[in-house]
């Protein structure tokens, strides 16, 4: 079992800051891909960016070359930088970690942590 914790969501103006942190415990040497989705009320949950263990990462078009996702694998965290933020952003966004066990993909979500982007 794996229990993730975000912090770092608030309300900020366009083209400002957020860094969002996403702690990980219990079976975390099973974790292997970590990321941030994010959700609008009546739409689906969708990927923002993601990282491997080994550091790779993926990011949705909409947010390349503002937001950064990092990971300090010594702290069991994920952080993602936002910035030039845009009323568009606003969402809650979720911590997602990935285990495999037996072939089989768990995966493990925070509880959400609101982003307001106010134009």
């Known amino acids: 079992q794996v229990q993730v914790v975000e912090s770092g969501g608030g309300l900020v103006h366009a083209g400002g800051s957020l860094r969002l942190s996403c702690a990980a415990s219990?079976?975390?040497?099973?974790?292997?891909?970590m990321g941030w989705y994010r959700q609008t009320p009546g739409k689906q949950r969708d990927m923002v960016a993601s990282?491997?263990?080994?550091?790779?990462?993926n990011y949705a078009d909409s947010v390349k070359g503002r937001f950064t996702i990092s990971r300090d694998n010594a702290k069991n965290t994920v952080y993602l930088q936002m910035n030039s933020l845009k009323p568009e952003d606003t969402a809650v966004y979720y911590c997602n970690a990935v285990t495999i066990h037996y072939g089989r993909r768990y995966d493990y979500w925070g509880q959400g942590t609101q982003v307001t982007v106010s134009s």
């Open positions: 219990g079976s975390i040497f099973s974790i292997g891909l």
């Open positions: 990282i491997t263990s080994g550091g790779t990462t």
